[in-house]
Every structure is written in structure tokens, then in C-alpha cells.
């Protein structure tokens, strides 16, 4: 399964972005994002399985949504509220037989 994300970018603290995964094929698994700081560990943001089930990190709960097309080709990630500690480099996963990883996409979040 290859994953094409898009959506990132610079924002002021406070404001909105919105990221956006599609798969090269439907995913019945799990798909969401992680995320990776400079000198952190990659680390789960949200995911959401296919009927709908989400799970969010402490950190964005209440400020990020995650959702997927019924199609179960993309995962999307709505974010709001954003602190310059969400500043990270984004990447969709999908559980595909096993994890398949996106391009990862650059969020900066200036305070």
C-alpha cells in the first residue's frame, strides 16, 4: 500500500490545519498519524478503524480530529487549536498486512 499525504505547513499558534492521506488501495485496518519531533520518538497522534472507531493521544484530544471516507481509501486529520509543541513531521499510517508509512508532512507551529 503505498500512502500520498498532503496538508501540512506553517501556522500561528492557535490556528487550523487540515492533512490528508490516500491510499493507492482500500484499507479495511487501521489508518491514522503519528508524529515525530526533532529528538523524539515517533509517536501515535490518532487513528481511526474502518467502522469508525477513534483513538487520540492525551496531547490532541479535544483540539484533533481524525476521519476517513467511507471508501476507507483516506484518513484525514483536522487540527485545531495548535501549540508549538504539535510542531512535528506528520506521517499516515495504515495497517495493511503490516504498517506502511506515508512521505511525512512538515507542521510548524510559530508561538
Known amino acids: 500500500v503505498q500512502l500520498q499525504a498532503s496538508g501540512g505547513g506553517l501556522v500561528q499558534s492557535g490556528g487550523s490545519l487540515r492533512l490528508s492521506c490516500t491510499a493507492s488501495?482500500?484499507?479495511?485496518?487501521?489508518m491514522g498519524w503519528y508524529r515525530q519531533a526533532p529528538g523524539k520518538q515517533r509517536e501515535l497522534v490518532a487513528e481511526m478503524t474502518l467502522p469508525g472507531r477513534a483513538t487520540y493521544a492525551d496531547s490532541v484530544q479535544g483540539r484533533f480530529t481524525v476521519s476517513r471516507d467511507a471508501a476507507g481509501n483516506s484518513v484525514y486529520l483536522q487540527m485545531n487549536s495548535l501549540k508549538a509543541e504539535d510542531t512535528a513531521v506528520y506521517y499516515c499510517?495504515?495497517?495493511?498486512?503490516?504498517?506502511?508509512w506515508g512521505q511525512g508532512t512538515q507542521v510548524t507551529v510559530s508561538s
Open positions: 488501495r482500500r484499507v479495511i485496518g487501521v
Open positions: 499510517n495504515a495497517w495493511f498486512g503490516r504498517d506502511n
